[in-house]
């Protein structure tokens, strides 16, 4: 099993900046990547960035290529999320997920946490 909590969200401006935080705890040995995706209500849930366990690999969704850089901190068992240049269109609820070894989806997830970014 694998726990994962988001922390960091909250309110912004257009062209501000946020850091989210997903700390993972139990069989973080076992975890071959971890992203983000986000959703908002009545939408389907979008993939935003990843990254592999040992951080030598990073993709992006384009929407948020250039503005948002996800990296992790191994010591620490936690990746980020640094979101410059917020636009209106990045609010939604922020959630990392854990996809291990051997598996071909993301089975862990953290409980979410908000963005909300005004005009």
């Known amino acids: 099993q694998v726990q994962l909590v988001e922390s960091g969200g909250g309110l912004k401006q257009t062209g501000g900046s946020l850091r989210l935080s997903c700390a993972a705890s139990?069989?973080?040995?076992?975890?071959?990547?971890m992203g983000w995706f986000r959703q908002v209500p009545g939408k389907e849930r979008e993939f935003v960035a990843r990254?592999?366990?040992?951080?030598?690999?990073?993709d992006y969704s384009d929407s948020v290529k250039g503005r948002f850089t996800i990296s992790r901190d191994n010591a620490k068992n936690t990746i980020y999320l640094q979101m410059n240049s917020l636009k209106p269109e990045d609010t939604a609820v922020y959630s990392c997920?854990?996809?291990?070894?051997?598996?071909?989806?993301?089975?862990?997830w953290g409980q979410g946490t908000q963005v909300t970014v005004s005009s």
């Open positions: 990254i592999n366990w040992s951080g030598a690999n990073t």
């Open positions: 997920a854990a996809r291990l070894f051997g598996d071909t989806r993301h089975a862990y």
């Open positions: 139990g069989r973080t040995s076992s975890i071959a990547h």
